[in-house]
């Protein structure tokens, strides 16, 4: 393809996909159907100059940018209308350094792809459960997985982030942030989220040494909801740290409770942790068992999302268990879900000895540490005309338990919180504001609930993009 050039201006260099090209369709298109923008172009760059010429052309052009790595966000802030993609997917090397347990990670890496390619030398990382989810934004937005008790989150293992950030009036530059240099943007690009400051090209992480690990499964009916829940969430957060588990409730019309999670360690043992859960209830299905790590992580890959395109979903962070009231409020609204495809999802965090909420709340851009677990509200569907319906079971379902639990972790952005800043970032969004100022003040990297600049309400944050390319239907209240 011909590289598009302006006069005098700067030229987009990669795979450059125009509207009317074949490959447009399948290069616009977010994981979250929901989201159906037109981009004026897509840039897929193979190298970081790539990077720095799209920024610069977008900047010289006026053109509103967006960086897309693994395209999973859920509110698809990686997509944009009449502006410019710059995606890194095609920039997916690993190189491990078993000796000095590190590896630098390209920002195009889908998880799948990270845990091979770290398998081969046998280490690993604390990183999600998706096969198809970008190490990018996952790991800027914080990154929680099977893995999270003992290891912390994947920003927690970030030791280096390179970035091409914006520069001057119409510049780019690439910059490298450690503890060293650029002190301020690493502590942001661990939980700050995804699209903020600049590109992310390239992650040096610390890798664990893996080789086993033993997992399980228990299934029960759904009439036991109320015996198995609050047993999980005392248990949860209390075992051993070496074991991180999750728990999920289908919708009433699917009927069934299903807990999943992995030990470091062997199966008797896992068999062992687990005997309070089998006494909760009358659990229809056990299976525990011994696999090597990169088996375990095929077992958590989510599979069945590709079913039910649409999708929205909320989260919220629990700091102790839910009381009587919160669970009878879980059993309603999944009693009366909009469709087979809805329901509550929640995994341990914190708790007795782990690693997450060892750090302290400001030590890195993620807040959320003394929480002791996470849960996702969702709902699925196909057509349009379920949308509403979805949505509005969403916003209710997150406003009835908004007693009982707090904030949102920023990797699953919800555009229906109206005091986001807080929600995501709580007692750092101050500085986080600082570092934006610092490294783009001239706001090139913005979208629906980036950080801004200025000093503007907390109402007027998303205004300029919802506007135009944040289309989804907005209630009252
Ligand atoms: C099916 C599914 C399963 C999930 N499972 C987990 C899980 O187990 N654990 C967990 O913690 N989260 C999980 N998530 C949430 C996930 O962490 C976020 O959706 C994350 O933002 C996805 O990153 P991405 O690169 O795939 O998405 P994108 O849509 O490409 O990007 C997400 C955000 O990051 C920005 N971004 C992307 N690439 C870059 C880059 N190179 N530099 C700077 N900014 C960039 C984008 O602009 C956007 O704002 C899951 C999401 C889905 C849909």
Known sequence: MTPHRKKTGTRLTGRIVFPGNPSYHAARMEFNRRFSKFPKVIVFCRRTQDVINAVKWAREQGVRLRVRSGRHSYEGFSAVNGGIIIDVSAMNKVKVDRKNRVAIVQAGNPLARVYKKLWNKRVTLPAGTAPD???????????IGLLSRKYGL?????????MVVASGRYGAKTIVANRRKHSDLLWASRG??????????????????????????????WGDLEKVLPVWQRWAPSVTNRLTSTIEVAAKKVGTIESTGQLLGGAEELRRLIRPLL???TPVKVLVKTVPFIKATQFFAETDLNLEPKFKISGAYGFQPLPREGVRMIRDFLSKAPNRHSTVWSQSLGGAGSAVSRVSPTATAYPHRKAETIYELSARWRNNGEQRRNIQWVKRFRRALSPFVKGDYVNFPDLLIKNWPKAYYGVNFGRLK???RKYDPHNVFRFAQSIPVGKQSRHSYSQPDRRKDCRQPRFGG
């Open 434 to 436: 600082q570092v934006k």
């Open 192 to 221: 700050g989220g995804g699209g903020n400051f600049g590109v992310a090209i390239a992650y040096t992480f610390r890798v664990r040494p893996i080789s086993t690990v033993s997992i399980y499964r228990v299934t029960w009916k």
């Open 279 to 281: 006494r909760a209830g």
């Open 154 to 162: 994947t920003c927690d293992n970030l030791k280096q982030v390179k």
């Open 133 to 143: 989810v970008g190490v990018a934004g996952l790991t800027l937005g914080g990154g």
